[in-house]
């Protein structure tokens, strides 16, 4: 559910916040700009999130947590060779 329409954030982009370390309004302005608008929203959005502090977060064991996949990183590239010294291009006029 959407609890800024202003900046069109969700209820779980908040929790999502508040799991990454977000405690206050501040933290949540600064990180999805709520309440930077219209401030509407500000009512609702403390609420949720002190609903949100007050429910314990939960905790993640080696059964549950989904793999980590390391990214390849790849050979650089051969440099390119320069360009021709004298060269010529066909132009329509």
Request: proline share 9%; charged share 25%.
């Amino acid at each position: 559910m959407y609890l800024c329409i202003c900046k069109s954030v969700s209820d779980r982009q908040i929790r999502e916040a508040v799991e990454l370390g977000a405690r206050t309004m501040g933290d949540l302005n600064i990180r999805l700009g709520i309440s930077a608008e219209c401030g509407k929203c500000t009512d609702s959005v403390r609420e949720f999130l002190d609903a949100c502090l007050a429910t314990p977060a939960p905790t993640v064991t080696a059964e549950s947590a989904s793999p980590v996949v390391m990214e390849t990183i790849k050979p650089p590239r051969k440099p390119a060779e320069p360009a021709p010294e004298r060269a010529w291009f066909a132009v329509d006029l």
